[in-house]
């Protein structure tokens, strides 16, 4: 085994359960790799929603906990809280963080609370049978959308921005070497920090959306569907329709991190008492 992997897997959890071809493996060690550059693992917890994406934590050997559907977010405010010392990364899917979960989101990215979410989005509910979620585009197939999507999807990172998040960055399992980057950049970031991860599900999004389990097709459809912010400035608006952009797309520092604003300001009514 990698010598990362001897560090920080926890070897009784293996094998992994995904599916031949699943992101959530790119996602797992591009995670690994950054927590060992960011040098956080002796005050490290880790949180997982449920999904495939939601046992991307269990394979870390770390403080975990594995919660309820759409509540990864608040179990992990409340851990925080607790103890502000902690570094929380939160693992959610699309449908978790953005569909159950969505009030959650947008709180947490409100509050600037130094918690890391990275949002795995595979435009569909892949544990549970392939459903239509909160990020299949629309007018694509789905096992509750014979006919077609009907609905429009979010943009999560406009989302997140538009809520309060302080960094937001966009990657793909086609770019593991940038996504492990911006995972460390998020990690080492004081506040809400978003990381969205576009990634291929062969299973299901594969074969009912996209028409191939292939995953190597899959992810040059996804590579071929992104253009980097510093490209994007140089096309039209017509050119961008359709792409993902892909890189740090907003990085604040100045806004207050709402554990270290909670915590001074009890400690100055004590002081005053």
Known sequence: MHLLGEKYLRKKALPLLWCPGCGN????????????????RERLALVGGIGCSGWIPVYIDADVLHVLHGRAIPFATGLKMSDPDRKVIVF??????????????????RRNI??????????IYGMTGGQVAPTTP????????????????????????????TYIARWTTAHPRQLS?????????????????????????????HGTAD????????????ISVSAATEKSAEELAGKFLIGTLHHDTQRPEFAGYYYEKIHRAAAAN
């Not at 493996?25 to 956080?40: E, H, K, P």
């Not at 009907?150 to 998040?165: I, K, N, Q, V, Y």
């Not at 998020?186 to 599900?201: K, M, N, P, W, Y």
């Not at 899959?218 to 071929?224: E, F, N, P, W």
């Open 215 to 226: 995953p190597a097709k899959l992810l040059d459809m996804i590579k071929a569907s992104t």
């Open 25 to 40: 493996g790119t996602i797992l060690n591009a995670t690994v790799r950054a927590i060992d550059n960011s040098g956080i």
């Open 114 to 123: 130094d918690l890391t979410v990275i949002m795995v989005h595979n435009q």
């Open 138 to 165: 629309t007018a694509y197939k789905t096992k509750t959308s014979p006919y077609g999507n009907p609905e429009m999807p979010f943009d999560a990172c406009e989302l997140a921005w538009a809520s309060g998040a």
């Open 181 to 209: 980057k911006a995972i460390t950049e998020a990690i080492d970031h004081r506040g809400f920090s978003f990381v969205e991860v576009l990634t291929q599900c062969p299973t299901q999004a594969g074969r009912v959306i």
């Open 92 to 109: 959610s899917g699309d449908g978790d963080c953005l569909g159950i979960g969505g009030n959650h989101f947008i709180h947490g990215a």
